[in-house]
């Protein structure tokens, strides 16, 4: 009995003791690392739905307002309209342009800002994109078109926690973490490398439609010149592939 005793005192001072840790901690700093990644379909190129293969020179997007938060529940961005946060810090105030494409084809992703900031579980992130350039080639059945294509979305999203093969935004005192902005550009593009009714193509503009607005293996045009030029149906199709470029790994995001 005495021994039984001894034992749940003991696990009751560890507990204690935890938890002092806990509490002392959410008030220390910590590093937290703001990465931008474009995948391997821009660092590496990708095959688009219709059957063009797409290399990128340079993928520039304009980031603002980016802010990291710890929730008191769960946000589903999905469903959540207001982000319910018990600590919100901004990793990024003023806009900044970074170049998702940079580096050699095994590159990390694009560092975009380090801050110190209160230790604990960052789990929701907010960004606004308010500029996209996408500058490449295309080639198709012997055919090549170097393209640039200027857009200013002027979008805000909101997301949950990360969805990959690791966690992120663990921040322990004195450490780093790291939040990730991820943009998936097979939404706009499709992927050749899938079934044509699987949803990333049903749903994606591919780049048929706009190969077919350039001019002596050009195409320069920004999104006035694209819903003057492009069908109707093609330029909302390539509209909410934009809305939905911005994700957190494979984390889906509300878009305002």
């Known amino acids: 009995m005495l021994k039984l005793w001894l034992t749940s005192l003991t696990v009751l001072m560890l507990n204690f003791s935890f938890g002092c840790t806990i509490n002392k901690t959410s008030n220390e700093k910590g590093t937290l690392r703001l990465v931008a990644n474009g995948e391997d379909l821009v660092r590496q190129g990708l095959l688009s739905k219709d ?6 020179n340079h993928v520039n997007v304009t980031l603002a307002n980016v802010k990291a938060y710890q929730t008191n529940a769960p ?10 946060a018990s600590e919100t810090v901004v990793l990024l105030d003023t806009p900044k342009t970074v170049d998702l494409a ?32 996408l500058d490449g080639r295309a080639e198709k059945e012997g055919k090549t078109i170097d393209f640039m ?6 979008l805000k999203y909101i997301c949950g926690e990360y969805v990959g093969e690791e966690r992120k935004g663990i921040l322990k005192a004195n450490g780093e973490a790291e939040v990730e902005m991820t943009f ?13 009714q ?10 048929q439609p706009l190969a077919a607005l350039g001019s002596n293996g050009t195409l320069k045009v920004d999104m006035l010149a694209l ?23 494979e984390g889906h995001c509300q878009v305002q």
């Not at 059957?51 to 990128?56: L, Q, T, V």
């Not at 998936?184 to 044509?196: E, R, V």
């Open 227 to 249: 819903k003057q030029k492009l069908r109707q149906s093609h330029y909302q199709t390539l509209s909410s592939a934009i809305e939905g470029l911005g994700h957190v790994g």
């Open 102 to 133: 940079a580096g050699d084809q095994e590159a990390a992703p694009i560092l975009v800002q380090r801050v110190p900031v209160a230790a604990g579980v960052y789990n929701a992130l907010s960004w606004k994109v308010t500029h996209l350039i």
């Open 149 to 154: 294509l200027e857009l200013n979305p002027e």
């Open 184 to 196: 998936h550009f097979d939404h706009i593009f499709g992927d050749g490398n899938m079934a044509a």
């Open 51 to 56: 059957g063009w293969k797409i290399d990128f």
């Open 198 to 207: 699987e949803s990333i193509n049903t749903e994606s503009l591919g780049f």
């Open 75 to 84: 946000l589903n961005p999905e469903q959540d309209k207001e982000i319910n």
